[in-house]
């Protein structure tokens, strides 16, 4: 009886936790050099696919991606590249295992991934709408 309550407690708060993180709007956020202020969805696509190496300008892209469980990493593939987070591991492993590319890099949670993004010339992820500051980290459109 009481394992079932515990049970029961962990799911409602295991729920709670993926309800909260999803009632944030996630945006793809990019470092202050980064001068689009949109990219088409195909564009963001090849990025995080790790098909985009170079920005429009030249610059080298530094991808920054949350752990595949994490509920911003979750929300990220499907409403904002429209695909499964298992397409992209697929897509990243493939690429390492055949030694014609390499994965992202994973940071740990949304501070290192604003940390991150802020220090990085190139560099572009996803965070919560409320965690761009417009001066270190910019937004930027998905069209």
């Known amino acids: 009886m009481i394992f079932n309550k515990a049970l029961i407690l962990c799911i409602l708060l295991l729920l709670n936790g ?26 963001s696509r090849q990025i995080f696919s790790m098909k985009a190496r170079q920005w429009a300008n030249g610059s080298p892209v530094v991808v920054f991606v949350l752990p595949d469980r994490n509920a911003h990493h979750l929300i990220f593939a499907k409403e904002i ?9 697929s897509a990243w492993d493939r690429q390492v295992y055949s030694g014609t ?40 459109e998905v069209r």
Request: proline fraction near 5%; hydrophobic fraction near 40%; charge should be neutral.
């Open 18 to 43: 993926s309800v909260a993180a999803s009632d944030e709007e996630i945006v793809l956020a990019v470092n202050q050099n980064i001068v689009e202020s949109h990219i088409s969805r195909s564009f």
């Open 81 to 89: 590249l429209e695909t499964f987070p298992y397409k992209l591991r």
């Open 101 to 140: 590319g390499q994965a992202p890099r994973e940071v740990a949670n949304i501070d290192q991934m604003m940390t991150n993004i802020a220090n990085t010339p190139g560099a572009i992820g996803y965070l919560p709408r409320s965690k761009i500051d417009g001066i270190k980290i910019r937004m930027v």
